[in-house]
């Protein structure tokens, strides 16, 4: 399936490719959907939320560089804790009626203990523990639609960088309820212990803040505890 472009996603923009069609607003199944997107040509990102089809608008500057950061950090976190895995744009198969192609995410892979798969056809099946979405023109199905598939889903922890704003929306998934970050300005993950994420280096692009904070965040005792458990679980 192709990820070619990032979400800004719409209800309202009908795209018809190669022999099938695929039209923002259209209900379905995960199977249909999966069939039909796997035989458009490129250049064409969809998803499907709540069983509705979104068919995703031309990427603006404004989501496109706050992709960067964010993919860096958690790339940063893979490789300080084996057991974890960074991902971008990947196709998720989370349900009969729900099958997005989040931002970015991780999740605990699933010989460690993870909750999410992968089929043997190479799609994630199931919940990554943390999904972060760059909200620009999607804004309103990333804190709508979208979050309520991820919790109805089990998704553990979700992210909505509103880039216009900002800010961050960050919101415990087991009840669904948002987490005000704290005054310093920081992220601190709960699903992920040590991923700290200063919000305004982030809109800033300022590089060698994140990583510094990150570096903080990942000396603490709780990554390591962390990381530890990991190393340990049998698979």
């Known amino acids: 399936m192709s990820t070619a472009h990032d979400t800004g996603l719409t209800p ?3 795209v018809k490719f190669a022999s099938t069609e695929l ?3 259209d209900s379905m199944q995960r199977e249909e959907f999966h069939r039909r997107y796997a035989r458009t040509a490129d250049p064409f990102r969809a998803e499907l939320v709540g069983g509705i089809v979104y068919v995703a608008s031309p990427s603006r500057a404004l989501h ?4 960067t950061p ?3 950090l958690c790339g940063l976190y893979e490789g300080r804790t ?3 895995e960074a991902g971008a744009e990947a196709t998720v198969q989370l349900g009969p009626d729900s099958e997005p192609q989040p931002d970015v995410f991780l999740r605990i892979r699933p010989d460690r203990g993870g909750q999410s798969g ?3 056809d190479g799609y994630i099946t199931g919940a990554p523990e943390l999904v972060i979405e760059i909200a620009h023109s999607s804004r309103a199905i990333d804190l709508h639609a979208k979050r309520e598939d991820y919790l109805r889903y089990g998704v553990r922890e979700y992210i909505v960088v509103s880039v216009e704003e900002r800010r961050f929306y960050w919101f415990d998934m087991s009840t669904g309820v948002g987490i005000e970050v704290r005054n310093d300005g920081v992220l601190r993950s709960r699903e992920f212990p040590g991923l700290w994420i200063d919000e305004a280096a982030l ?5 060698p803040r994140l990583t510094a904070v990150l570096e903080q965040g990942l000396a603490m ?3 390591a505890a962390f990381a530890t458990r990991l190393s340990q679980h049998d698979g």
């Not at 496109?64 to 992709?67: E, P, R, S, V």
């Not at 809109?203 to 590089?207: L, S």
């Open 118 to 120: 992968t089929s043997a």
């Open 70 to 72: 964010l993919l860096t």
């Open 64 to 67: 496109a560089l706050g992709f």
């Open 82 to 84: 084996p057991g974890v």
């Open 12 to 14: 309202t923009f009908p």
């Open 23 to 25: 039209h923002s607003g």
């Open 203 to 207: 809109f800033a692009r300022d590089f």
């Open 221 to 223: 005792p709780e990554h």
